[in-house]
Structures are given as C-alpha cells and as structure tokens.
C-alpha cells in the first residue's frame, strides 16, 4: 500500500517564542486539516532544518519570518531559503509601526532607511512576495487575506490537481510543444509522458496503431490520434464557432487590449463576440510575474491576470471563440463582415482590432529546423519542468526577457540573457534589471548574438558571437528562447485600413489628411481607423506603449468609442 504523501509545511521563524507560538496556532487553525506548521526561534536553526526538510524532501508551501531579529533580518533569511525551497512563497512580518516612514529607523538592516525600501528591494529580488504585519489580529482582516492569496499562488503551480488531458509523445516533438503550449497558455491542466516512460508506454498500449505524433487522452476516454488545434480545443471544452451570425461588437484578440474590450461591451450592453487564434492572454498571458500593474503589489502572472479577466468578461455574457481568429474584414451594406479562420462569416457593427505583435523571427543557421525542439518564441512556460538543471538562454532585452529569465532561474542550472547593445537599462524595467542583477542563476552576456544553433532532433548547442570582436565560441544549450522586439499582426487586414510603415495602425488624428477627410465619411474618433466603424487597441496600435496597463485602458476606451460610433449610425440619413 502506498505511503501518502506528506502534508506541505508552513514554516514560522520569529525570535519572540512567543510569536512563534500564536502564530503557528493561528495558522492551525484555518490551515492545519491540509498543512503542517512548524516554528522555529533561531535564524540559525531555521536554515539548518529548511535544509533538512529539503534532504527529506518535503514541501514547503510558505515561509514567514519577521524582518527585526537580531541574528540575521527576515529578508536575508527568505532570501537564503531559496536555494533550498525556490517553490515557496515568501512572507515577510513586520512590525505595524514599521509601515510609517519615520518609524523606529535605527532598528532596519544595513542602509536601508525605511521598511518600505526593504519591502520594495525584496520584491525586486524575488526574495519577499508579500508582507504581514505585526500584530496579525484580527485573523480574518490581517492575517488569513494574506496568507491565503499566497497559498493560492502556491497552489496553482504545484497542486495542479486532476489532469483531464494527458499526452503520450516525444517530448522534443515539435508538435508535442504545439500542443503543451496550446494547453499550457488556455489554463487547461494537463499531463505529459514521453512514450519511452513507463506511463507513456502504457496509455499507448490501449492503441492497435500507434501514430508518430502526439497521442491525446481525454478524460471520458476518448483518445484523438490525427487532430487540428480547433479539435483539441473543441475537445477540452472550448468554443470553436460562433453561436450567432451577428454582433453588435467583434472584437479581435485576447490580449489585455481585447479582454478589457471585451469587459466593458458586454457590460454595457453590447452583444459582444471575442474571436482568438491562439491563446488567452496573448503575449502578456506568458509573462511569469507582473509587477507593476495597478492594484497587485506582490505582482501577478500574466495567465492568472488573463483568467480573471477572462471569466469576468464571459460573466458579463461575451462570447469567446477560440483557434477560429480574424483573417479577413470588410465594409458591407448589412455593415462589417468578419472571416474567421475556419471560413465562416460574422456581421458586426463595429470592430475592436486588438490582435497585438508576435516576435520577430531570429535568422540564424539552424534555427528554423529546431523551433519546438529546444528553439522557442516567447517564454514558452510549458518547457519549464523540462529545463530543469540545464544550461538555458534567452535572447532579447526587454521586460518579457527579463521575467522569463527570473522564472526559469528557479529550476534551469544557469539561464544566459544574450543581448545585442551594451546595457539591459534602456529596455528593460528597472526593478527587472535589480532582480536580475541579484539572482546568481541569470547571466548576462552584452554584445552577443547567436550565429548557429545545433542539434540531432533537438538543441544540444549554441554558437554565441561577440559582436564587438566577431570571436565565436560554442556552447551547451537545452533551451533557447527568442524575445527580440516584435511585428504587428496585422497582414490579414484590407488595404483600406492604414497603417504605418511599420505595419502598426494608425487612428485618428494619426491617419493621413486624405483618410480624414474622405468624402461623406464623419471625422474618425481618437482610435478609429481608417474604415469607420473599426477601432484598434493595445499594441497593435501605432504609438502604444506597449505595456498591459495601457492596452487594457485603450481596450476600455475604445467601448465609448464604439457607442458613439453607433449613435452616430442612427442618426445619419439613410442612403
């Protein structure tokens, strides 16, 4: 019979016994049917155990440990127990008074001069995730909120729970990826076995005739052997075809600029239709931690962000359609007409365009035969467990870079963030460029670029170039990922719509004076394009600034937009 598995540990350190003691009861009380809690009153004794429960190998779901001890500060500690538990959540209890800037200075660590800065720095580090003060009561307002926002983060990356698709594969199958990734970026849980495994091997087993590409086993036992991504989705439960001919709104994308579109027409009203080729999220939906969108101080992943944006948008009665995207729109006489991909049409009376940029290809020898296998675009979160205790690198320089640098460092043994210029500071966040400057694990390489990738079936080697002194020096590579700038997805759009001549739209006052003042044709509205009717959103846009805070305000935005481009409508004379 099998042993169960031992209960995830919440682990206290406070040098104040008596802390310790009601602190750890606390935490019994709303938590201990699932968790251990333990204690410890020495810094010193905290390491040496965390160690020992590592050895053993226990989980440790959470560590808070008060800043003001006098052998070593809670943030060092926190930062110390990374090498041991990198999967816990890290919180940091302080003293209530220690919130006001003037408080009790004299008794902060080195040359910090505010809790505040040693808060912030943590953060930046990776090293403190949230904070907890002290005294916590009462539990229901101070101490369980925290505590619990922590652990569902916990939860959602390491009790994944019952996998409803399981895969039977090679894992540097390209087509292997195509689908993880799939699964992966739509929140659906999943399991991966390589054939050669015991488990792969057996879910084959049930075939008379095993295919070369990916198998997929589906929860009420129906196994797909020769599929299309819209088959898979429609399989898991998603919405590959809209339910209505037509929309008062369609809004391309879903990303942050078309959630937020999303959010705002249905809830006013709009009988609103989302179409979307890849992903929930979009490109932001990858990002490991966000941390400076308005109102989430510890930060929040992009595909967390994506689902509750998602789910609020769909309470709100929109109507999301997904591995069907836009690939064609025209003005018609019953007003917009929308392709979508599998070849059907919707009418619409106005269009959101929030279809946002994908990554610019990397031309190097031996790339393109790898992609999937050891070469991705973007973070590719999925290859994370695959990495693990591999050399990895990342190409580009931006924000993107940096927070896949961070989330990889806490399994790969090195990750190498090869950059093109001489500084990561004119691209890259400032607190990304502290956090990679304080994780051991991330390196940076300036002045580099891959000049070939190598490998039998899957990357084994790169080929890294000083662009200062054309030297060449070949590496060890698992994994490498390509972040470098992007290109608006808008090759799919008429003519009629403008764009600059980097393939962004432009709307509005941006548009050429022959667009605004076409005759007949009302003057465009802030983020109207060229075709009325037809707003754009997020980065897709000319002039964004290409952050999420933005593309979901311009999303927002363009919904008034849109009312008054339909006010518009019926008011003007009929033809």
Not at 54 to 70: F, K, T, W
Not at 192 to 206: N, V
Not at 350 to 357: D, I, M, Q
Request: net charge negative; aromatic share 6%.
């Amino acid at each position: 019979m099998t042993e169960p598995a031992a209960q995830p540990i919440f682990f206290v350190v406070d040098e104040d016994p008596t802390a310790v003691e009601t602190l750890v009861g606390d935490l019994e009380r709303r938590f201990q049917a699932d968790f251990q809690v333990m204690g410890e009153t020495s810094a010193q004794a905290a390491l040496e155990r965390l160690g020992a429960l590592r050895e053993s190998g226990e989980q440790v779901a959470l560590i808070i440990c008060y800043e003001s001890m006098r052998a070593m500060p809670g943030s060092e500690l926190l930062a110390r127990s990374q090498s041991t538990h990198p999967d816990a959540k890290r919180i940091l209890l302080i003293d209530y008074g220690d919130m006001f800037p003037a408080a009790r200075r004299v008794r902060l660590p080195g040359s910090y001069t505010s809790m505040l800065e040693v808060i912030a720095h943590g953060m930046a580090l990776g090293h403190v995730e949230y904070y907890l003060t002290k005294p916590w009561r009462p539990r229901q307002h101070l101490l369980y909120p925290v505590v619990g926002e922590a652990l569902a983060a916990w939860t959602r990356l390491n009790c994944p729970g019952f996998a409803p698709v399981r895969i039977a594969g090679d894992h540097w199958d390209p087509r292997s990826f195509a689908v993880r990734d799939a699964l992966k970026r739509n929140s659906v849980p999943y399991a991966f076995y390589d054939r050669g495994s015991p488990e792969g091997a057996k879910l084959l087993q049930q075939l008379d005739d095993v295919p070369g590409n990916p198998v997929i086993f589906l929860a009420g036992g129906r196994v797909l052997t020769s599929y299309t991504r819209a088959d898979v989705a429609e399989a898991v439960g998603a919405r590959i075809r809209p339910r209505l001919d037509a929309y008062d709104l369609v809004v391309a994308g879903a990303g942050p600029a078309g959630l937020s579109a999303a959010v705002y027409g249905a809830s006013e009203g709009l009988s609103t239709l989302v179409l979307e080729s890849t992903a929930i999220g979009g490109q932001a939906g990858t990002s490991s931690r966000i941390r400076n969108f308005l109102g989430f101080p510890a930060g929040i992943s992009g595909g967390e962000l994506a689902d509750r944006a998602y789910e609020q948008a769909w309470m709100f009665g929109a109507e999301f359609v997904l591995m069907n995207g836009a690939t064609g729109l025209s003005a018609g006489g019953d007003g917009l007409q929308v392709t979508l991909s599998g070849g059907s049409q919707v009418t619409a009376r106005a269009v959101v365009l929030a279809t946002g940029v994908r990554y610019r290809q990397l031309d190097a020898p031996g790339i393109a035969g790898l992609v999937g296998a050891g070469v991705f675009y973007g973070s590719a979160l999925s290859e994370a467990p695959a990495v693990k205790d591999q050399d990895v690198f990342i190409v580009g320089a931006g924000n993107s870079a940096g927070q896949t640098a961070i989330y990889l460092a806490r399994s790969a043994r090195s990750v190498t963030l090869l950059v093109r210029g001489d500084s990561l500071a004119t691209s890259m966040s400032d607190y990304l460029v502290t956090e990679i400057a304080g994780t051991p694990r991330v390196h940076v390489r300036l002045h580099t670029e891959v000049a070939a990738a190598r490998g039998d079936h899957r990357l084994t080697e790169l080929v890294l170039r000083d662009r200062a002194t054309g030297a060449d020096e070949t590496m060890p590579a698992a994994a490498l990922f390509v972040m470098i700038g992007a290109t608006p997805h808008t090759d799919w759009l008429p003519g009629d719509v403008a764009r600059d001549r980097h393939g962004f739209i432009l709307t509005g006052r941006d548009l050429p004076g022959e667009d605004r003042a076409k005759a007949g044709q009302p003057v465009p509205l802030p983020l109207e394009t060229s075709l009325p009717g037809v707003f754009a959103a997020g980065d897709v846009h000319a002039g964004s600034a290409q952050r999420v805070a933005s593309a979901v305000g311009e999303g927002s935005v363009a919904v008034p937009q849109v009312h008054q481009h339909l006010q518009r409508q019926a008011t003007q004379p009929a033809r």
